[in-house]
């Protein structure tokens, strides 16, 4: 075991020289993913070393960096989010590195907006990289979605809080996205407008990975019981359907089609939201949480699904459970037989994957955040508080090769939330106190893609419609733009099918143009509104939602009620009489603190003033805040302070 301070750290890293290579090329895989391409945290390679130092045993490169995500390695890159910066500096950062000598190709900062999360929970979300395109995906923790190519340009973005309702809370447990075909999955907890605004939702949304535009949105549960989780959702064939399987902020495990975002099945594990990333093994899928559960007043359980069911299989779709097993934050792996979860208080625990007996527990420290790695016939595991192990695992249980302890310059331990990542022969990671890139420094280098993994054989199409989309499924315009709508068809089972001639018709979109082959035209002098294109084809209808809006400046009175093209507030907010005027009035909150943000107009304006008439009425000796939002910046006006504060990001004032 090796003990050393950051600055220690450092003048290893300038002094070893940058030489790590992989003996055989066939098995220099890539791991563009937090849990790799397998989605299991397994990896195939081998000459993976089994003990290394800070102060340079098989220590390749380090960099300096504050990270809490896993890294993505693709493309002869390692690629990763954190943060940086002091005081007004402070910033959410995308970097990519030289997989090979740890040079940065280059980085990307990012200033943080309209959230309550704290400083040192920036940069939770691990980036995802596409190794057909070599575009990153990364997820700010104030919901700000980027795409980037191989430059480090911004390929496309969308900021989710403002232009789809996406909540960011204040506990900075974020999102990771994931790639399957030509799209970006992700899930979004919020409330936007229309059909998908109201209470806020856990939903699923697929985007054109290419081009960022809107596949189709799903709302597979019901209201979250969290409104920061982190689990990231798998793709697999069971029975010949492609699904998207996922744990829910509501507590459930949602299994929907991959292509069309349809529910297949519901499995309610939890009274709280899900963290925990299931996996799969064949059609047995494996899931965790620490929260209370659903049927005895005990905290925490692993279980077993059978993935074949549909509807709801909480009953019938249990193979094993194990309660009292409190595995809340990391994500299990399955290999040979065997499911490695750690817990909460970080033991490693080995369960028989057929029965849910327990074989052997490992304690690797004391918080368990992150999930474990295994490769070249070792686990390799890192804990919250530094501790990063390298184990060996025999018929009759673990056997430690390695421990070290990793400190940041102060001489605190350095926070670890992020997995081993192997990759091209080598193990990449990073913590608090940096990214390190470890390895034989003697073997040679390559940067080889993995093959990507087969999933199983899918069913064939049956020829007959039973879902359409219409694409893009959601959609910003301005007055006068034209839009080219296309429509998607597909099975019962979510297989594609041939689109056949469709009716196109207009909702709630007045003034607006639409050809019978789906090109719509918002008129020049159209208002601020909202509304959907429909397409119909024998009784099966699908529709893109669609804001339009005009040249500024906008007022509003209310007349009309509450502005359907508006973001947020949920059901609190509604147009009222006061003293004969209309007005838009936020109702009391049941208990606690309950603010809104409300979005009134795009992400892409700029350079604009906001004015409005407000009013509060006092409750005993209370007075709520209220205030108007302008290019990320809030201007509040606190009742009980008596005071107008104007702040980005009310977390680090």
Known sequence: ????????????????????????????????????????????????????SVDGEN?????????????????????????????????????????????????????VLNTTVPFNRVGWGSVTGDPETGHLYALNVDGHLHCFDREGDIVWSWRLAEDLGRASGYGGRTSTPIIDEDRLILGVIGSAWGSLGGPPRHRYVAFDKLTGRVRWVSTPGGQPADLNTQSVPIVAVVDGQRLIIDGNADGHIYAIQARTGVKV????????????????????????????????????????????GSGDITSSGELWRVSDLAVGFSSPLIHDGTLYVIDNSANLVALDAASGAV?????????????????????????????????????????????????????????????????????YVTAESGIYCIGDPDAPFSATPAPSPALGAETSSTGTVANLQVVPAEVIAAAGETINFRLL????????????????????????RLRVNGEFQSSPQSTNQAGQVVATVDGVSAAARVRI???????????????PHWIGGGGSLAAVELDGDQVFR??????????????????YLSNYTVQADVMSTERGRRRPDIGLINSGYTMDMQGNHQRIEVRSWAAEL
């Open 1 to 52: 075991m090796t003990k050393t301070a950051h600055s220690a750290i450092l003048r290893v890293a300038v002094l070893v020289p940058c030489l790590v290579f992989l003996a055989s090329a066939a098995t220099a895989q890539d791991w563009p993913s937090w849990r790799g391409r397998l989605q299991t945290g397994v990896s195939d390679q081998t000459g993976l070393v089994s003990s290394w």
């Open 59 to 111: 220590l390749i490169w380090f960099q300096e960096y504050i990270a809490r995500s896993t890294p993505a390695i693709f493309d002869g890159r390692v690629c990763a989010n954190g943060r940086t910066g002091d005081g007004v500096e402070k910033k959410e950062i995308v970097t990519c590195w030289n997989a090979e000598n740890g040079s940065k190709l280059w980085e990307h900062t990012f200033s």
């Open 265 to 308: 099945w519901e499995f309610h594990l939890s009274q709280r939201g899900i963290n925990v990333s299931p996996v799969i093994d064949g059609t047995t899928v494996y899931v965790a949480h620490s929260e209370e559960n659903i049927d005895q007043g005990t905290m925490g359980r692993v279980v077993a699904i059978d993935a074949t």
């Open 359 to 427: 074989r052997w527990e490992y304690s690797i420290g004391n918080v368990g955040k992150s999930s474990p790695v295994w490769a070249d016939g070792k686990l390799y595991l890192t804990e919250t508080n530094g501790n990063v192990h390298i184990l060996r695992v025999d018929p009759d249980g673990p056997t430690a090769l390695d421990h070290d302890e990793l400190e940041v310059s102060d001489g605190r331990y350095a926070e670890i939330y992020g997995s081993f990542a192997p990759a091209y022969g080598r193990l």
């Open 489 to 512: 068809a597909f099975d019962e089972n979510g297989q594609p099918v041939d689109t056949p001639s469709a009716t196109w018709a207009l909702d709630g979109l007045g003034g607006s």
């Open 549 to 563: 809006f005009s040249p500024l400046p906008w007022t509003e009175n209310f007349e009309n009620g509450r502005p």
């Open 586 to 603: 936020k109702g009391p909150s049941r208990t606690g603190i309950h603010r809104h943000a409300l979005y009134v107009g795009p992400s």
